[in-house]
Nanobody, 124 residues
Framework: QVQLVESGGGLVQAGGSLRLSCVASIRTLSGYVMGWFRRAPGKERESVGTIRWNGGSTYYADSVKGRFTISRDNAENTVYLQMNSLKPEDTAVYYC?????????????????WGQGTQVTVSS
């Protein structure tokens, strides 16, 4: 069982930045793909991006490419989502997820473990 705990959400003005953190309660995330997803009001959950723990390769959705960066801290079993140049349309609940043996572009149903989510609100 893997527990994921997100933090770092909040209210920010358009153009601002936030960094979300996700701490995983597991001895090692070797072999895992960590993903960030979001769900905006009235919309389906969508992928923001992923990072492969081994090697650190990343994948981003087109909507956030160039603005968001996913990174990891091996020693702390933590994955980060740095969000810059935020837009009102980035407003959503952001979720961290973990899956093993899955593709970088895997859909949300392929991720086995999920955090509780953290709210990000971008004001115009």
């Amino acid at each position: 069982q893997v527990q994921l705990v997100e933090s770092g959400g909040g209210l920010v003005q358009a153009g601002g930045s936030l960094r979300l953190s996700c701490v995983a309660s597991i001895r090692t995330l070797s072999g895992y793909v960590m993903g960030w997803f979001r769900r905006a009001p009235g919309k389906e959950r969508e992928s923001v991006g992923t990072i492969r723990w081994n090697g650190g390769s990343t994948y981003y959705a087109d909507s956030v490419k160039g603005r968001f960066t996913i990174s990891r801290d091996n020693a702390e079993n933590t994955v980060y989502l740095q969000m810059n140049s935020l837009k009102p349309e980035d407003t959503a609940v952001y979720y961290c997820a973990a899956g093993v043996g899955i593709a970088m572009t895997a859909k949300d149903r392929s991720f086995r473990y999920w955090g509780q989510g953290t709210q990000v609100t971008v004001s115009s």
